[in-house]
Protein backbone atom coordinates (compact mmCIF):
# COMPACT_ATOMS: atom_id res chain seq x y z
CA UNK A 1 0.00 0.00 0.00
CA UNK A 2 1.17 3.64 -0.82
CA UNK A 3 0.06 6.26 1.53
CA UNK A 4 -0.42 9.56 0.54
CA UNK A 5 0.92 13.03 1.74
CA UNK A 6 -2.35 13.38 3.18
CA UNK A 7 -2.18 10.42 5.26
CA UNK A 8 1.87 11.69 6.49
CA UNK A 9 -0.18 15.03 6.86
CA UNK A 10 -2.58 13.29 9.60
CA UNK A 11 -0.20 11.34 11.28
CA UNK A 12 1.92 14.30 12.14
CA UNK A 13 -1.53 16.04 13.32
CA UNK A 14 -1.96 12.78 15.61
CA UNK A 15 1.62 13.04 16.66
CA UNK A 16 1.54 16.80 17.43
CA UNK A 17 -1.85 16.38 19.20
CA UNK A 18 -0.87 13.35 21.39
CA UNK A 19 -1.03 15.01 24.52
CA UNK A 20 -0.44 13.40 28.38
CA UNK A 21 -4.30 13.87 28.85
CA UNK A 22 -4.98 14.52 33.15
CA UNK A 23 -8.02 16.28 33.21
CA UNK A 24 -11.25 15.05 32.16
CA UNK A 25 -14.98 15.19 31.01
CA UNK A 26 -17.08 13.50 32.82
CA UNK A 27 -18.94 12.08 30.19
CA UNK A 28 -18.28 7.92 29.67
CA UNK A 29 -16.48 6.19 26.51
CA UNK A 30 -18.96 4.22 24.32
CA UNK A 31 -18.52 0.58 24.41
CA UNK A 32 -17.73 0.16 20.38
CA UNK A 33 -15.39 3.02 20.74
CA UNK A 34 -13.26 1.12 23.68
CA UNK A 35 -14.08 -2.13 21.21
CA UNK A 36 -12.18 -0.03 18.51
CA UNK A 37 -9.63 1.18 20.90
CA UNK A 38 -8.73 -2.41 21.94
CA UNK A 39 -8.43 -3.85 18.42
CA UNK A 40 -5.90 -1.11 17.29
CA UNK A 41 -3.50 -1.66 20.32
CA UNK A 42 -3.55 -5.46 19.16
CA UNK A 43 -2.15 -4.19 15.32
CA UNK A 44 0.99 -3.28 17.75
CA UNK A 45 3.84 -4.97 16.47
CA UNK A 46 5.65 -7.46 19.66
CA UNK A 47 9.24 -9.01 19.90
CA UNK A 48 8.85 -12.23 18.49
CA UNK A 49 5.32 -11.88 18.11
CA UNK A 50 4.94 -12.79 21.85
CA UNK A 51 2.21 -9.99 22.27
CA UNK A 52 3.31 -9.56 26.47
CA UNK A 53 0.68 -6.71 27.53
CA UNK A 54 -1.96 -7.61 29.96
CA UNK A 55 -4.84 -5.12 30.43
CA UNK A 56 -7.10 -4.70 33.28
CA UNK A 57 -9.74 -2.93 32.85
CA UNK A 58 -10.68 -1.19 36.08
CA UNK A 59 -14.46 -0.58 36.92
CA UNK A 60 -14.76 -1.47 40.58
CA UNK A 61 -14.88 2.05 42.70
CA UNK A 62 -13.19 0.32 45.61
CA UNK A 63 -10.25 -0.54 43.51
CA UNK A 64 -9.91 2.58 42.42
CA UNK A 65 -10.18 4.35 45.41
CA UNK A 66 -7.32 1.75 46.38
CA UNK A 67 -4.99 3.25 43.46
CA UNK A 68 -5.76 6.85 43.64
CA UNK A 69 -4.45 5.88 47.69
CA UNK A 70 -1.40 4.62 46.76
CA UNK A 71 -0.67 7.40 43.84
CA UNK A 72 -1.35 9.99 46.88
CA UNK A 73 1.40 8.45 49.22
CA UNK A 74 4.09 7.92 46.17
CA UNK A 75 3.03 11.46 45.11
CA UNK A 76 4.11 12.79 48.62
CA UNK A 77 7.15 10.67 48.69
CA UNK A 78 8.34 12.32 44.75
CA UNK A 79 7.69 15.72 46.07
CA UNK A 80 9.82 15.55 48.80
CA UNK A 81 12.79 15.25 46.14
CA UNK A 82 11.86 18.57 45.17
CA UNK A 83 12.85 21.09 48.02
CA UNK A 84 13.09 24.52 46.68
CA UNK A 85 10.38 23.47 43.76
CA UNK A 86 8.38 21.19 46.22
CA UNK A 87 5.44 24.40 46.33
CA UNK A 88 5.09 24.38 42.47
CA UNK A 89 5.64 20.20 41.70
CA UNK A 90 2.49 20.05 44.49
CA UNK A 91 0.48 22.33 42.00
CA UNK A 92 0.61 20.54 38.97
CA UNK A 93 -2.18 17.87 37.62
CA UNK A 94 0.00 14.38 37.72
CA UNK A 95 -3.08 12.22 36.93
CA UNK A 96 -6.87 11.94 36.38
CA UNK A 97 -7.59 9.68 38.43
CA UNK A 98 -10.35 11.15 40.09
CA UNK A 99 -11.99 12.12 36.18
CA UNK A 100 -11.19 9.26 34.13
CA UNK A 101 -14.32 7.47 32.85
CA UNK A 102 -12.07 4.72 31.53
CA UNK A 103 -9.06 3.21 33.30
CA UNK A 104 -6.53 0.25 32.13
CA UNK A 105 -3.82 -1.45 34.58
CA UNK A 106 -1.23 -2.67 31.88
CA UNK A 107 0.96 -5.30 32.83
CA UNK A 108 4.10 -7.10 31.04
CA UNK A 109 4.07 -11.15 31.08
CA UNK A 110 7.87 -11.80 31.49
CA UNK A 111 8.20 -15.27 29.68
CA UNK A 112 4.94 -15.59 27.63
CA UNK A 113 4.27 -18.81 25.68
CA UNK A 114 3.41 -17.03 22.42
CA UNK A 115 6.26 -16.38 20.26
CA UNK A 116 8.98 -19.37 22.14
CA UNK A 117 10.93 -17.12 22.99
CA UNK A 118 12.16 -15.86 19.49
CA UNK A 119 14.36 -12.31 19.84
CA UNK A 120 14.28 -12.01 23.53
CA UNK A 121 17.24 -14.40 24.14
CA UNK A 122 19.89 -11.50 24.68
CA UNK A 123 17.55 -8.79 25.06
CA UNK A 124 14.40 -9.82 27.34
CA UNK A 125 13.94 -6.48 28.06
CA UNK A 126 11.70 -6.34 24.28
CA UNK A 127 9.01 -7.85 26.14
CA UNK A 128 8.95 -4.64 28.22
CA UNK A 129 9.93 -2.50 25.11
CA UNK A 130 6.75 -4.18 23.07
CA UNK A 131 3.92 -2.93 25.77
CA UNK A 132 5.26 -0.17 25.51
CA UNK A 133 4.98 0.13 21.92
CA UNK A 134 1.28 -1.34 22.43
CA UNK A 135 0.64 1.64 24.96
CA UNK A 136 1.55 4.53 22.33
CA UNK A 137 -0.31 2.77 19.89
CA UNK A 138 -3.57 2.62 21.92
CA UNK A 139 -2.53 6.38 22.67
CA UNK A 140 -2.42 7.18 19.07
CA UNK A 141 -5.78 5.39 17.89
CA UNK A 142 -7.12 7.24 21.44
CA UNK A 143 -6.54 10.91 19.51
CA UNK A 144 -7.61 9.48 16.44
CA UNK A 145 -11.10 9.13 18.00
CA UNK A 146 -10.85 12.46 20.05
CA UNK A 147 -10.34 10.69 23.18
CA UNK A 148 -7.10 11.74 25.84
CA UNK A 149 -4.76 9.72 27.42
CA UNK A 150 -2.54 9.93 30.33
CA UNK A 151 -0.31 7.36 31.85
CA UNK A 152 0.15 7.49 35.68
CA UNK A 153 3.98 7.05 36.28
CA UNK A 154 3.81 7.81 40.08
CA UNK A 155 2.76 4.64 41.50
CA UNK A 156 4.87 1.85 43.13
CA UNK A 157 5.00 -0.98 41.33
CA UNK A 158 4.98 -3.58 43.59
CA UNK A 159 2.18 -2.10 45.81
CA UNK A 160 0.00 -1.97 42.20
CA UNK A 161 1.52 -5.91 41.66
CA UNK A 162 -0.15 -6.91 44.92
CA UNK A 163 -2.84 -4.74 44.72
CA UNK A 164 -4.68 -6.24 41.33
CA UNK A 165 -3.33 -9.79 42.79
CA UNK A 166 -1.10 -10.22 39.46
CA UNK A 167 0.71 -13.58 38.47
CA UNK A 168 4.00 -14.16 39.87
CA UNK A 169 5.45 -13.54 36.01
CA UNK A 170 3.66 -10.29 35.58
CA UNK A 171 5.41 -6.79 35.32
CA UNK A 172 3.75 -3.91 36.00
CA UNK A 173 4.18 -1.62 33.34
CA UNK A 174 1.18 1.38 33.67
CA UNK A 175 -1.64 2.91 34.65
CA UNK A 176 -3.71 4.57 31.75
CA UNK A 177 -6.57 7.01 32.18
CA UNK A 178 -9.00 7.44 29.27
CA UNK A 179 -11.39 10.01 28.00
CA UNK A 180 -12.57 13.25 26.72
CA UNK A 181 -9.80 15.86 27.45
CA UNK A 182 -11.33 18.89 29.74
CA UNK A 183 -8.79 21.42 26.96
CA UNK A 184 -9.98 19.94 23.60
CA UNK A 185 -8.30 23.12 21.71
CA UNK A 186 -4.68 23.36 23.29
CA UNK A 187 -1.82 20.87 22.19
CA UNK A 188 0.43 22.41 24.07
CA UNK A 189 2.52 20.27 26.66
CA UNK A 190 0.66 20.73 30.22
CA UNK A 191 4.40 20.99 32.25
CA UNK A 192 5.46 23.30 28.94
CA UNK A 193 2.06 25.70 29.20
CA UNK A 194 2.91 25.61 33.08
CA UNK A 195 6.31 26.49 32.83
CA UNK A 196 7.96 23.54 34.69
CA UNK A 197 9.57 21.94 31.46
CA UNK A 198 9.32 23.39 27.68
CA UNK A 199 9.68 21.01 24.83
CA UNK A 200 12.97 20.35 23.55
CA UNK A 201 14.63 18.77 20.42
CA UNK A 202 17.18 16.23 20.98
CA UNK A 203 20.03 16.17 18.67
CA UNK A 204 20.87 12.89 16.39
CA UNK A 205 23.96 11.92 16.68
CA UNK A 206 26.08 10.93 13.04
CA UNK A 207 29.25 8.33 13.80
Same mark, same amino acid.
Given at each position: %?? !???????????L????????? !?????????L???L??? %???????? &??????????????? *??????? !???? &??? +??????????E?????? +???? =????????F? +??????????G??????????????????? #???? *????????M????D??? %??R??????? #?? !??????L???? *????????L???? #???? =???? #????
Amino acid at each position: %MQ !FTPSDREVLHRLLAWRRDVRE !FQPRPVAEDLIARLHAA %MELSPSVG &NSRPWRVIRVEDGGL *RAQVRAQ !FAVT &NAE +AAAVYDERRAEYERLVL +AGLD =TAPLQLAVFT +ALDPDAGDGLGRQSMPETLEQSTAMAVYTL #WLAA *RAENVGLGMVSILDPDA %MTRLFAAPAD #WR !FSAYLCLGYPL *RADDDTPLLHRVD #WQEN =TASA #WQTR
